[in-house]
Nanobody, 126 residues
Framework: QVQLVESGGGLVQAGGSLRLSCAAS????????MGWFRQASGKEREFVAS????????EYSNFVKGRFAISRDNANNMLYLQMNSLKVEDTALYYC???????????????????WGPGTQVTVSA
């Protein structure tokens, strides 16, 4: 498994953009599928996007499709989430997550991820 630290969160106006980054430790980052989840205050954590270990495939939740883009740089152990056209309802703590096992298939299920970062707060104002 990998150790993860997110960055890039902050306060932005509705309609604006942010790019989240996730730095991973360990030489096996490129073996793990990765994902982004988020948790709004008072709500359960929910899936946002995931990307296959080699970057060949991605998956998005319906509420971010067309607005967010997940990407990865395996050479530098980095995961990204480009967020455009942000809405007030996108306000949440965003988590980077690594799959439970190496070479795992793409998933949107929280239980399939075994490594989690501490999260980075994204706040979208009206």
């Amino acid at each position: 498994q990998v150790q993860l630290v997110e960055s890039g969160g902050g306060l932005v106006q509705a309609g604006g953009s942010l790019r989240l980054s996730c730095a991973a430790s360990g030489r096996t980052f490129g073996s793990y599928s990765m994902g982004w989840f988020r948790q709004a205050s008072g709500k359960e954590r929910e899936f946002v996007a995931s990307i296959l270990y080699d970057g060949a495939r991605t998956e998005y939740s319906n509420f971010v499709k067309g607005r967010f883009a997940i990407s990865r740089d395996n050479a530098n152990n980095m995961l990204y989430l480009q967020m455009n056209s942000l809405k007030v309802e996108d306000t949440a703590l965003y988590y980077c997550a690594g799959s439970m096992y190496p070479f795992q298939l793409l998933s949107s299920r929280e239980g399939d991820f075994g490594s989690w970062g501490p999260g980075t707060q994204v706040t979208v104002s009206a």
